[in-house]
């Protein structure tokens, strides 16, 4: 199945991360394993995944996690005909086929949670639960208001500061950098510009397909982030007929990266919950 | 050697740059008084009927969002010259395809003002510089390749006879395309692309299209043009590459004393000294390569911005991005660069900028075009080809 694989083992904390190659579309898509137990893929957000990234021990440790780098994202290739999280989707749906896996568990972070909620509205059955964290990915505020503030025309200080909670803490460190990893870190950006830049960090045809996802789903963001607003979230939420949504404390754009092991807390304790009346008897009226 | 006046019709009541973050995109047009702008339109226009008048050929283009450049219809005011003048070549650099929704409708406009001038159009087309990105919500991501498909299009359109075609390409689509009218020139008005990246140039000059570079001084001058010289050796063109292929856009200052024009062209330099624009408009993701921002963050510098710390006249001429002073200085310093960067057909000549009043502006373009411009014309003839080595045209003079 993935006979083009070359698997590299690195530990991290108690969690093994393996990398691989797979070709998918034919785009040679990275791909991180670690663990073991009910298959997660995860879906990373524009700043791209990281294996040392600190909520991976905690989701390794109960889950067998999946995680992509998306086309144009880490060292994943970018085929000419993709400009669109729809896209990414179907590579996605093509790429759980070749796992031989029939539902996952989905967590979307930011513009992650656009391609899951584009995943999830073509292929119901196959989310068995799903985690959004700060998405993106459709309009429901007014015409004449960004519903998400345009990242790309304010300085990267500002922009930090709509990030993250500790901006000083939580911004990447340029001069400790290596060549490669600024050479991802700026492709990423890049590739996120490609995905988002118009209709601007939205499909406007999604919002009319989120009714099909009939699985739980939680919608998180950090009570500091400046990107998803408290009110872009209830409102994404409400397109869905079983979610409902949550806050993390301390935390920005990114709660898995600021806030890693409350957040895991969170998103495991929701992902484990076997009964489907806990999640009705919270779930955020439409 | 061709000269072109050129003006970038500046709005420069503006208020100090400190109280704005830019100059470009999000500065707010309150500031811009219709009354004020109309008057500039009618002298900028003078302007450019003057330098007909004494022979010189006429120059725009076109931005967006910006107090630096109040021309966001370029083909609108390409209409009015084409009417007002009558002589002049009709030069637009350019048209900001990879900006433009619809080639189809370029080609149109075009082929329009082609027919309107009875055939003076020189049609330019753009990438666009990155503030255009924001003002045109248009993807910085994959403009090289949107900008070509679009221009490809676009000549197809001026040159197909038969009736409707279709194209369904990777950008743009189109069923039925069929313009009225066609272009005067035959079969199509000369085609102008500027550039500013040695792989760039060599694209063009694989089209042969004529390759213009704005403010790159020396080096990057001569890699631009060593990039075009070697994209037209490698498209089979043959090895001379003509002058009239290569055009160069500088601030020019001319006058008869030293002083009268030094102190002309300290006004030329607001075009680069008020360029306040923020690194978030600069440069947007995918505007450059991915390699080059990485150079960016570890704290390489535009030249051209770093340039603009510092400006001054002499450091200017020193660059090679403004030729100014008497008559003889500005030849040589025109010399000097044609010299170093290989030979150029094409004097694009950035003659008004900021406070520099219309009587300054039109003492600057008539000295050019009475004491400089006719030797430039007899020392570098238009059948001259480019890249030979630099002794053959200082043999010449």
């Not at chain 1, 513009?111 to 899951?116: F, L, N, R, S, V």
Request: proline share 7%.
């Amino acid at each position: 199945m993935t006979n083009n694989v070359k698997p590299v083992d690195d530990a991290v904390g108690s969690a093994r991360v393996q990398t691989t190659t797979i070709k998918i579309a034919g785009i040679d898509l990275e791909l991180f394993e670690a663990g073991q137990g009910p298959p997660l893929l995860w879906l990373h957000g524009g700043q791209g995944f990281h294996r040392n990234q600190e909520f991976v021990e905690p989701f390794a440790a109960r889950r067998r996690l999946i995680v992509p780098s998306h086309p144009g994202f880490g060292k994943s290739s970018l085929p000419d005909w993709l400009d669109s999280p729809d896209d990414i989707a179907h590579v996605y749906l093509e790429l759980l086929d070749r796992l031989d896996l029939d539902a996952v568990d989905l967590v979307g972070c930011s513009i992650g949670g656009w391609i899951a909620a584009e995943l999830a509205s073509k292929a119901p059955a196959r989310v068995r639960r799903l985690v959004m964290v700060g998405p993106v990915g459709v309009k429901v505020g007014p015409a004449d208001r960004l519903d998400i503030p345009d990242m790309f025309a304010m300085s990267q200080d500002d922009l930090s500061k709509l990030l993250f909670h500790d901006p000083a803490r939580m911004k990447p460190d340029i001069a400790r950098m290596s060549e490669e990893e600024l050479t991802i870190m700026l492709r990423n950006r890049e590739t996120l510009a490609l995905l988002s830049w118009e209709p601007w960090m939205h499909n406007p045809k999604l919002k009319h397909r989120l009714h099909r996802i009939a699985a739980p789903a939680l919608f998180v963001r950090g009570d500091s982030d400046g990107l998803v607003s408290a009110d872009y979230l209830q409102g994404y939420a409400r397109l869905l007929p079983n979610a409902r949504t949550a806050t993390i404390a301390a935390a920005g754009h990114a709660p898995h990266l600021e806030q890693p092991q409350a957040f895991a807390a969170l998103a495991l304790a929701f992902l484990d919950d076997q009964g489907a009346a806990g999640t009705a008897a919270r779930r955020k009226q439409a | 050697m061709r000269a072109w006046h050129f003006s970038e019709t500046a709005y420069p009541y503006l208020p100090p740059a400190d109280s704005y973050p830019s100059i470009r995109v999000s500065l707010p047009n309150r500031i811009y008084d219709p009354h004020k702008g109309a008057a500039l339109y009618d002298r900028y226009i003078d302007e450019w009927l003057i330098a007909e008048d004494e022979g010189v050929e006429i120059m725009l283009n076109e931005h967006h969002q910006t107090a630096t450049c109040v021309d966001p219809a370029a083909p609108l005011m390409l209409a009015a010259l084409a009417r007002l003048s009558k002589k002049a070549r009709l030069l637009i650099l350019g048209n900001p395809i990879a900006n433009r929704r619809q080639p189809v409708r370029v080609a149109e406009e075009m082929a329009m003002i082609d027919v309107l001038s009875h055939g003076r159009l020189e049609a330019g087309f753009v990438r666009g510089v990155p503030y255009e990105i924001l003002p045109a919500n248009s993807n910085p991501v994959r403009m090289n390749e949107r900008h070509w498909e679009a221009l490809d299009l676009i000549v197809k359109a001026w040159t197909h006879r038969d009736g409707p075609f279709s194209h369904e390409g990777r950008f743009f689509h189109h069923r039925a395309i069929n313009i009225w009218p066609r272009p005067y020139q035959q079969p199509h008005p000369p085609v102008w692309v500027s550039t500013t990246s040695p792989g760039g140039a060599a694209q063009v000059g694989a089209h042969g299209y004529v390759q213009a570079t704005f403010l790159t001084g020396f080096d990057a001058t001569r890699k631009v043009y060593d990039g075009y010289r070697r994209g037209w050796r490698e498209a089979g063109r043959g090895h001379d590459v003509p002058i009239d292929r290569l055009a160069y856009a500088a601030l020019v200052y001319v006058a008869q004393s030293e002083r009268e024009a030094h102190a002309g062209a300290e006004k030329l330099l607001w075009y680069i000294t008020s360029n306040k624009v923020p690194p978030h408009f600069a440069n947007p993701p995918g505007y450059v390569p991915v390699a080059a921002n990485v150079q960016i963050l570890r704290g390489a510098e535009n030249p051209l911005s770093a340039f603009g710390k510092r400006a001054s006249v002499e450091g200017a001429i020193e660059a090679g991005i403004m030729f100014a002073g008497t008559p003889d200085q500005v030849m040589a310093q025109i010399k000097k660069h044609y010299d170093y960067v290989g030979g150029f057909g094409h004097l694009l000549i950035m003659g008004q900028a900021g406070f520099l009043e219309h009587e300054e502006t039109v003492v600057g373009i008539r000295t050019f075009a009475r004491e400089v411009y006719p030797r430039l014309k007899e020392l570098y003839p238009d059948t001259l080809m480019s890249g030979v080595a630099a002794g053959a045209t200082a043999a010449a003079s």
